[in-house]
């Protein structure tokens, strides 16, 4: 089975590259910038015409979620339109479309996890721009699935784990956001729920089509909450390691406002694919100790 992932240089899909050696049913084949340019029309149409995949998996986005904010076109151009004709060239190629979408199409004003049912109601740029992406998609393509993710990390890119980790190389005391509370998730572990789906689909191409899917790490926690557990797990491994204090959202402006809870229920996707995402504990532990195994954050 081939399987198109845009974004090669992201998080989601460099771990889609990598978890995607262990299934040998699977040809994954990641491709980005410079072949592929979401920002031009045409673009994503060509690739798949060249290709011929049986999934197409788009883990390319604008994901800058504070600078969408001056660059909404840029941010829907990506993150919508582009979406839309991937999925409609996947429609034309007979490819099933999957659209990884995020927890920032809630408001966050509710309390205790989100399911797939909640309506959505994004407070900015980035949510608004990958809530019409996931709407685009639903109308090209019959054949799709669109799994709404939240707070990737992993060893790769930049990301919150990296960023805390490199932070106490050179501080003693980091202050860290404890009033926003979600599912931290490794890439890795998406990629290994994607990638669950997709062979899924070998036996029963059109299983669990065409519907919202959550997909994040169990649990929950804040920001500050993460933070101290990374700082816990270097703490371990005498890796640099520094005192977490907790701050309110308001002690920390950002342009684009984020939802307070965005904690995800992924058990819709449990029931349909037989895959439990692990505790994100767990997972965070398992990055830490591959960067500390890398000497690199
Ligand atoms: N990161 C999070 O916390 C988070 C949370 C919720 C949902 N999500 C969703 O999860 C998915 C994967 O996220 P991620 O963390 O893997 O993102 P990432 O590490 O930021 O990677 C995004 C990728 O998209 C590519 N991209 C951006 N503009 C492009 C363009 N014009 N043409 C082609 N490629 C372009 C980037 O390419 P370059 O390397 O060339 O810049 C990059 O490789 C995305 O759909 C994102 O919206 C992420």
Known sequence: MKILATGVEGQLARSLVERSAFHSGIELLAIGRPQLDLAVQGSAAAAIESVQPQIVINAAAYTAVDKAEDEPELAF????????????????????????????????????????????????????????????????NPRHAIVRTAWVYSPFGSNFVRTIMNAARTRDMLTVVDDQVGSPTSALDLADGLLRMA??????????????YNLAGS?????????????????????????????????????????????????????????????????VSAVVERLAAQSVA
Do not use: H
């Open 199 to 212: 062979t899924s689909w070998m036996d029963d191409p059109d299983r669990g089509l065409g519907t919202v």
């Open 77 to 140: 151009r990506i993150n919508a339109d582009a979406a839309g004709e991937l999925a409609a060239a996947a429609a034309r190629a007979g490819a099933a479309m999957v659209q990884v979408s995020t927890d920032y199409v809630f408001d966050g004003s509710r309390q205790g996890p989100y399911d797939e049912r909640i309506p959505t109601s994004p407070l900015g740029t980035y949510g608004r721009s990958k809530l019409a992406g996931e709407e685009q998609v639903r109308a090209a």
């Open 219 to 283: 649990g929950s926690a804040s920001w500050c909450g993460l933070a101290s557990f990374i700082m816990a797990e270097c703490g371990k491994r005498s890796l640099p390691s520094a005192e977490v204090r907790p701050i309110a959202t308001s002690d920390w402006p950002t342009k684009a406002e984020r939802p307070a809870n965005s904690v995800l229920d992924s058990s819709k996707f449990t029931k349909q694919f037989g895959f439990r995402m692990p505790d994100w504990q767990q997972s």
